[in-house]
Each structure stands twice: as C-alpha cells, then as structure tokens.
C-alpha cells in the first residue's frame, strides 16, 4: 500500500487528540504520585489532577463529581453496573433483566453471565429501524423486573435510543436503569440531572481521549447501590479499587472538556461531511441505509451495497479503513447481529459497510471516499451473476438455489 | 485475511469476465452456490463440434478465493476437451491459488461449476443427437 488508508473507524476508536496527550504526558514523568498517597506533595498533586479530570467528566454529562466512578473503560463500566446492581437488588425486586439484542457485547455478556447464575433475561428486538419501542419496552416489564439496560448510541448504526423516555418507565416500575454511553459522549448532549438514568458508563478512547480508561455513572439522588466486582483498598469510595491511573484520567478530563466546549461547532460539521458522503453514495443503485436516519448521531453512515459480498468488498475498499457487517477477519460467516436483528437478510448484512466520521476527517477523505466505492461496486457488480439476474429482472428470492 | 499474489492477481485483474449466449446450442452454463452462504458462481463454457473448449466466461459473487478460483478455471478449461475439463479436482485450483485451509470450499465450488456446465453442454447435445 502507497500510504495510510482514510481513518474512516472513529466509532471503533478515535485518536488522541494532541491537546489530551500534552496534558497527560508530565503525570507520567513528573507528577508520577499514587493519588491515594496522603502524606507528600507528589500525592497530593495527582489527586488533585483526578479531581479536576471528574470535574470535566461530570460537567460533560451535567451530574455530580462525586458520583463518577473511575473504571479501566466501558466494558468495565458496564459489567460494574450490570453485575453489580442486579446482585445487590436482586433479593428485594427480583431476578429479571431487560435489555437489547443490538447493545454492544459488553452489555449482552454480563448479561448472559448473570443468567447462567440464575438470572433470566429479555432480549428487545428493536423495530427494523433500530429503535426500541416504549410500548414493546413496557410490555417486557414483569413484577421481578430488576434491571434494565438500554445504549444510548448504537455503535453499529448510530441510532439514538429515546432514554428519557424509557427512564420514566422504569422509574415508574422501580427498575434500575443503565445505560451505555460510549458512544454518545461529545456526540448528543447528556444531563443526568434531568435524565432519569441510575448508571451511566462511559469511555475516553470513543472521544479523543486514551485508551483503558472510563467511568461509571453512580446516581447519588436517588442514592444507587452496587456490589463492587473489584475487591482491594477500597479506592472509589469501595466501588472499584485499584490505583487510579492519574495519566489516563487526567486525559480522559481533557477530552471530554473539550468534547464540552466543541461538540456543538464539532457536531455540524460533521453532519456536513456526513450528508456529503450519503448523498455520494446515494447515487449509486441499490444501496440500503441501515438504521433510522433522523434519530442518530451524525458521525454514524451505514450502509449496505446489495449484490456485492461482504469480503471482496473490504477488499476492494482497503484505501479506506472502515468496519464491515461481514466478520471475514474470523474466517466466519457469521453476518452482524445487530444488522440481522433489525431484520436485515444474511446478504445485506454481510455488504454493509459502517462509515464513522470524526475530529480530523476532511472533505476531501469523503470525495476520495465516494469515488471509490463508485469505482468499486461497479467493478465487484460487473463480475457479479446476482447483479446480472437482477438487472434482467430476476427476482433473486425466488431462484431455488442449491446449498452447499 | 492473508490473501496470496495469485488470488490478487486474479482478484485485481479478473480473465474472461462476463457472459456467452446461454441459447447458444454449443454453450454450456453451470450456476452453483447460493447466496446465503456468500457465494455464486456462474461458468459458461463454448464448445466447438470436436468437443473442445473454444472459449469461457464468468461471473461470481463472492470473497477473492472465489473470484480468483473461477477466473483461474476460465484460463485452463480453453483448449481443453469437455472429457478433460471434467477431470479437473478442486486440489489442484486450491494448490495453484495457495489456498488457506477455511478457502478450500471456495475450489470446491470452482470444480462443481466446471462439472455443473460440462452437465449442461453434455444435456444439449442429447437433446439435438
């Protein structure tokens, strides 16, 4: 390859923005102190760079400091609030679970750890536009309903959830709520103090900000309880110990400063680019956008190119690196599950591509993007019968195919 | 996905793309694979009244083993008897390419194709004989 491909992933990881690594690179050299040492300077100055990080992160999200929870990312987010509310709350209400079949793994895992200890869970399937109805929400709903967890942003196909309007319910059936947030930071804007959310997890690297560090949302009113997963010196008023990583921390405060003081400027823009590249490659034919348009984050595109397989085509794209539907890179052909449970068949999900916009992507990325994939699809429809049949009016569903 | 230069060759630069009159009595068509499992091949072969192979052409959907493996079959079955073309094994497409191991089933389908338009030309010519 002559040169780097287009960054094209920003929702599989986002660069550090330099700004972040600036602040962060003299609590590895200099302000090396354990932000738990009480008796010196050194400690006394990282702890006062983690409380002014929790600041930033709770400002982003209009909650209090004190009820960020310092995690090592979303993942550990998510299993600190799902496993440890469940297991506290679950003498008094309950053992059930609601979430969604599109949440991310780090949600659908504990959860399924949670049932092989005895729990029982729902999983929604969202309407064909990604979206959970509150109706098909509420019908869920069982006296022993503990728990629920809904993602705020797909991070798949980028569709914003209504959890206002799923908190109410739960807060009207004396549910727990949490709610995955990854993807949403710096992206729509969040006010726990209106938001009736109970747990909140969140992550730097999705928001310019480093890798292995997050936080969880812990309301204080109503207080939430939850059972800590990690046991040691107590650090996070019990709730997660460990030695806070000042670096990381003091990073992911930067970020999501400037995430805060951005996000608006930020945020047109990029629909801008966005727009840009749909409209690009709307003009090609039978393309399928996956996923509600209007309810979702502007740096989201997903797109599937019908009549073209899902592995040539990364092939085909490697200009350009973006996320496939089709998992080609495990030799298995398992299609998207989150493309499939919006009710996708196995060939448009394997020909989707997730396009993800970001802080440093160009018009220009977009118009090299848009040629490419015309180039492309062209090429990969030439050499494909399914393109062929359906040009001379095949109904492609009905042809009895031998399996093999 | 390791993809070995043959199969980017052929990827990058598939042969004897494309389609031949299928109502041609001297043409046969062999389509096998389906789209749900992620691949379909479509080989077409014309066959000259001394039996051999004057020309092929194909179209397939499908990952770069696929498409490298029906592009290769169209270079080695021109010239050859319908005799000879029968004979060809997956083995040796799968050898040729450098095939991995989880792409094997994409020579597989290559012969199956071959066998599936030799089928084909042999059906016609019993019909007209």
Redesign the interface.
């Given at each position: 390859m002559d040169r780097d491909p287009i960054y094209l992933d920003y929702s599989a990881t986002t660069p550090v923005d330099p700004r972040v690594a600036a602040k962060m690179i003299p609590y590895l050299t200099e302000h090396y102190g354990n932000p738990a040492s009480r008796s010196h300077p050194y400690g006394w100055t990282a702890e006062k760079a983690v409380e002014e990080a929790r600041n930033e992160v709770a400002k982003l999200v209009n909650a209090d400091p004190r009820e960020i929870v310092w995690t090592s990312g979303a993942t550990e987010s998510n299993n600190l609030a799902i496993k440890g509310a469940a297991n506290f709350y679950a003498g008094t209400k309950g053992k059930h679970i609601i979430t969604v079949a599109t949440e991310h793994k780090a949600v659908i895992d504990p959860v399924r750890e949670l049932e092989r200890q005895g729990f029982t869970a729902t999983f929604l399937e969202p309407d064909s536009d990604g979206l959970v109805s509150l109706e098909k929400f509420k019908a869920a709903i069982r006296p022993d309903t503990v728990l629920a967890s809904v993602m705020l942003v797909n991070n798949e196909i980028g569709v914003i959830q209504d959890i206002e309007g799923i908190g109410k319910i739960c807060r009207e059936n004396n549910i727990i709520f949490h709610v995955d947030a990854a993807q949403a930071t710096g992206k729509v804007h969040i006010d726990l103090e209106k938001l009736p959310v109970d747990l909140m997890s969140f992550s730097a690297h999705k928001t310019y900000g480093p890798k292995g560090i997050g936080a969880l949302f812990v309301r204080r009113k109503p207080r939430i309880r939850i059972e800590a997963q990690m046991h040691g010196g107590g650090h996070e008023r019990g709730m997660r110990s460990g030695t806070l990583a000042t670096h990381q921390i003091v990073g992911m405060g930067e970020a999501f400063r400037i995430a805060r003081e951005e996000m608006d400027v930020e945020n047109a823009r990029i629909r801008k680019l966005r727009d840009r590249l749909l409209h690009g490659l709307e003009s090609i034919e039978e393309v399928y956008v996956n996923g509600d348009l209007a309810h979702r984050v502007p740096h989201n595109l997903n797109i599937s190119f019908n009549?073209?397989?899902?592995?040539?085509l990364i092939?085909a794209v490697k200009g350009i690196a973006v996320s496939s539907g089709s998992a080609?890179?495990s030799?298995s052909?398992e299609p998207s599950y989150v493309l499939r449970a919006l009710g996708r068949?196995?060939?448009l999900a394997?020909s989707s591509i997730r396009f993800s916009i970001g802080r440093f992507t160009t018009e220009a990325d977009v118009d090299y993007t848009i040629a490419l994939l015309k180039e492309k699809i062209g090429k990969l429809r030439?050499?494909?019968?399914?393109?062929?049949m359906y040009q001379d009016g095949v109904d492609?569903s009905k042809v009895q195919?031998?399996?093999? | 996905m390791a993809y070995s230069d043959k199969v980017l060759d052929h990827y990058e630069n598939p042969r004897n793309v494309g389609s031949l009159d299928k109502n041609d009595p001297n043409v046969g068509t062999g389509m096998v694979g389906a789209p749900a499992c992620g691949d379909v091949m479509k080989l077409m072969i014309k066959v000259n009244d001394a039996g051999i192979i004057e020309d092929a052409k194909f179209k397939t959907y499908g990952c770069g083993s696929a498409i490298a493996s029906s592009s290769l079959v169209t270079e080695w079955l021109k010239g050859r008897t319908i005799e000879e073309a029968y004979a060809i094994k997956n083995s040796e497409i799968a050898e040729e390419l450098a095939l991995p191991p989880v792409k094997i089933h994409c020579s597989v389908l290559a012969e199956d194709a071959i066998k599936a338009a030799v089928a084909d030309i042999k059906a016609k010519q019993a019909a007209k004989a």
């Amino acid at each position: 390859m002559d040169r780097d491909p287009i960054y094209l992933d920003y929702s599989a990881t986002t660069p550090v923005d330099p700004r972040v690594a600036a602040k962060m690179i003299p609590y590895l050299t200099e302000h090396y102190g354990n932000p738990a040492s009480r008796s010196h300077p050194y400690g006394w100055t990282a702890e006062k760079a983690v409380e002014e990080a929790r600041n930033e992160v709770a400002k982003l999200v209009n909650a209090d400091p004190r009820e960020i929870v310092w995690t090592s990312g979303a993942t550990e987010s998510n299993n600190l609030a799902i496993k440890g509310a469940a297991n506290f709350y679950a003498g008094t209400k309950g053992k059930h679970i609601i979430t969604v079949a599109t949440e991310h793994k780090a949600v659908i895992d504990p959860v399924r750890e949670l049932e092989r200890q005895g729990f029982t869970a729902t999983f929604l399937e969202p309407d064909s536009d990604g979206l959970v109805s509150l109706e098909k929400f509420k019908a869920a709903i069982r006296p022993d309903t503990v728990l629920a967890s809904v993602m705020l942003v797909n991070n798949e196909i980028g569709v914003i959830q209504d959890i206002e309007g799923i908190g109410k319910i739960c807060r009207e059936n004396n549910i727990i709520f949490h709610v995955d947030a990854a993807q949403a930071t710096g992206k729509v804007h969040i006010d726990l103090e209106k938001l009736p959310v109970d747990l909140m997890s969140f992550s730097a690297h999705k928001t310019y900000g480093p890798k292995g560090i997050g936080a969880l949302f812990v309301r204080r009113k109503p207080r939430i309880r939850i059972e800590a997963q990690m046991h040691g010196g107590g650090h996070e008023r019990g709730m997660r110990s460990g030695t806070l990583a000042t670096h990381q921390i003091v990073g992911m405060g930067e970020a999501f400063r400037i995430a805060r003081e951005e996000m608006d400027v930020e945020n047109a823009r990029i629909r801008k680019l966005r727009d840009r590249l749909l409209h690009g490659l709307e003009s090609i034919e039978e393309v399928y956008v996956n996923g509600d348009l209007a309810h979702r984050v502007p740096h989201n595109l997903n797109i599937s190119f019908n009549y073209v397989e899902g592995e040539s085509l990364i092939m085909a794209v490697k200009g350009i690196a973006v996320s496939s539907g089709s998992a080609c890179t495990s030799a298995s052909l398992e299609p998207s599950y989150v493309l499939r449970a919006l009710g996708r068949s196995d060939e448009l999900a394997h020909s989707s591509i997730r396009f993800s916009i970001g802080r440093f992507t160009t018009e220009a990325d977009v118009d090299y993007t848009i040629a490419l994939l015309k180039e492309k699809i062209g090429k990969l429809r030439e050499l494909s019968p399914l393109w062929e049949m359906y040009q001379d009016g095949v109904d492609i569903s009905k042809v009895q195919w031998a399996a093999h | 996905m390791a993809y070995s230069d043959k199969v980017l060759d052929h990827y990058e630069n598939p042969r004897n793309v494309g389609s031949l009159d299928k109502n041609d009595p001297n043409v046969g068509t062999g389509m096998v694979g389906a789209p749900a499992c992620g691949d379909v091949m479509k080989l077409m072969i014309k066959v000259n009244d001394a039996g051999i192979i004057e020309d092929a052409k194909f179209k397939t959907y499908g990952c770069g083993s696929a498409i490298a493996s029906s592009s290769l079959v169209t270079e080695w079955l021109k010239g050859r008897t319908i005799e000879e073309a029968y004979a060809i094994k997956n083995s040796e497409i799968a050898e040729e390419l450098a095939l991995p191991p989880v792409k094997i089933h994409c020579s597989v389908l290559a012969e199956d194709a071959i066998k599936a338009a030799v089928a084909d030309i042999k059906a016609k010519q019993a019909a007209k004989a």
